[in-house]
């Protein structure tokens, strides 16, 4: 079957449930899911709760787990991002800067000032792992999560040849 490549895997709410949501589906569980995160000790937690539901279920999906991006990219078919650049210290700085002149944000991830910032340090990086995609798997589907979504996935139609969506994955979740 196919490979899957989880970038920023060591999320442990969002990675556990998008592995769950994955191998709800009967044709993705003969994939390989490849697990990558810069942090090894969450990656290593995500990692054994992915082993363990597959083991629980008997599924033949082949659970990797590298802290190598370009490892976890080559020959990937599906390439699943969902990162937080400078981690939770950069995102209080998101909401502590605006609001010391007077601008609250309920989140700031994904406009205003904040999803302003939050574009400034997670393009790059997105761009980054696209030029590993064109490199490695350049026929692979990136589906992002990462914020600000809608900004990311403009970059990427701008500045690559990966075919990409954006998902949001609260809004299933939203009452309007």
Not at 78 to 106: C, F, H, N, T, W
Not at 109 to 114: H, I, Q
Not at 152 to 160: E, F, G, L, Q, R
Not at 163 to 171: A, M, P, Q, R
Request: negative net charge.
């Amino acid at each position: 079957m196919g490979k899957i490549a989880i970038i920023g895997a060591g999320s442990h709410v969002f990675s556990r449930r998008l592995i769950t949501d994955i191998l709800s589906y009967p044709e993705l569980r003969g994939s390989t899911i490849t697990l990558m995160d810069i942090d090894r000790e969450r990656l290593n937690l995500i990692t054994l709760f992915a082993r363990k539901l597959v083991a629980q279920h008997g599924f033949e999906t082949k659970i990797e787990s590298t802290m190598d991006r370009r490892s976890a990219l080559e020959d990937a078919d599906y390439v699943i991002v969902s990162i937080r650049v400078g981690g939770l210290e950069a995102y209080k700085m998101d909401i502590e800067i605006p609001a010391k002149y007077g601008v609250i944000q309920g989140i700031g991830d994904t406009v205003g000032p904040g999803g302003v910032f939050y574009g400034l340090r997670h393009i790059p990086v997105i761009l980054d792992i696209c030029r590993d995609i064109e490199d490695l798997c350049p026929d692979a589907l990136l589906i992002n999560y990462t914020n600000p979504m809608a900004m990311i996935c403009w970059a990427v139609n701008d500045y690559t040849h990966i075919k990409n969506v954006g998902l949001c994955h609260s809004v299933q979740g939203d009452s309007c």
